[in-house]
């Protein structure tokens, strides 16, 4: 897996303060994207030991809510397998920390993948610049979704979502 940066006490990208792992790699390449650097899954850096001690290290604090993993997209081929056993590792090391993803996929045809298991919310969908709306909460554009995953599973039909938020939808 490749990733561009690690970006420390973000208020972006999910609920808390957070720390986020910006992976290399999107098959989407939405219109106006806000990250096209990402789009390469030869771009970037390795990720490497340094670079998850990195993320260990702000994971420590108490004040950090979570990981929010973003990109490019953790779902992409080249990301998938390492994004799910990093989660792994996290909801061991750390199981009171939230675990964040966005992804340019639909809920739909990703809740049954195993990482979902670690996964606390999910922001899926495409941007979509025709419906970009700046007053939405830890979205780009209306038509994507912040997905309660926990709930959703729990459900008896889990292919329906359940909103983390509905009041900022």
């Not at 390795?46 to 990195?54: I, M, N």
């Not at 970009?132 to 599973?153: C, E, F, P, Y």
Request: charged fraction near 25%; glycine fraction near 6%.
């Amino acid at each position: 897996m490749r990733y561009h940066n690690i970006t420390k006490d973000d208020m972006l990208n999910g609920d808390g303060l957070r720390v986020v792992l910006w992976v290399a790699g999107c098959n989407h390449c939405c219109k106006e994207c806000h990250n096209p650097i990402t789009w390469d899954p030869d771009g970037g850096l390795l990720f490497d030991d340094a670079a998850k001690q990195e993320i260990f290290e702000q994971l420590d604090k108490s004040y950090i809510s979570g990981i929010t993993f973003s990109g490019g997209d953790p779902l992409h081929p080249r990301n998938s397998l390492e994004v799910r056993e990093l989660m792994a590792e996290i909801k061991e090391k750390y199981p009171d920390k939230t675990i964040w993803m966005y992804t340019g996929d639909s809920w739909e045809t990703i809740y049954h993948y195993p990482m979902m298991k670690y996964i606390d919310v999910v922001v899926d969908g495409e941007f979509h610049i025709a419906e970009r709306d700046t007053k939405l909460l830890w979205k780009g554009s209306a038509n994507q979704r912040v997905i309660d995953v926990k709930k959703t599973l729990k459900q008896e039909n889990p292919a329906i979502p359940v909103l983390h938020c509905p009041d900022y939808a």
